[in-house]
């Protein structure tokens, strides 16, 4: 792999993540059906939270068991280590995946994504909008 492929996917890379690629190599492909759960915990097209609440997705896990990131908003992929991450899950707790809930503010909202951390994305109909809370800031809408 050199850094000029790299290019050619349309994701720019600092020079540090351009040599730990070249390095480093790549551990699964880039697509879910190629990925082996009891070799790896992430695969590529996994979403995640970083623990700096940045919400994306695994773009490639490389040998060196780090991760290639596509966040959200963001131009630049990253690459962290699997600890620095929480996965997307079904469910957390009561809270899951498509369920209406109210948060602290009495906005009540549909959960987009919910995360092992115990953060959820709520759409908030009313506003329009994605907001990232705590489970602990919300509950199962009556």
Known sequence: MTCSLVKKSMIQF??????????????????????????????????VISYSLKVGSVLQVFKSNRLLI??????????LSPSQVNQSVSCSGQICRGQQ???FMNQTGQVVEVFSSGWVRIYLSAEQTVVLRKISEISIAP
Do not use: K, M, P
Request: with cysteine; hydrophobic share 40%.
């Open 101 to 103: 809930v109210t948060n």
């Open 70 to 79: 596509q966040f959200d908003n963001q131009i630049r992929a990253e690459i």
């Open 14 to 47: 600092s020079i540090l993540a351009c040599a730990l690629l070249l390095t480093s190599g790549v551990a699964s492909a880039s697509s879910q059906e190629t990925c082996d759960r009891s070799l790896q915990s992430f695969c590529a097209g996994d979403r």
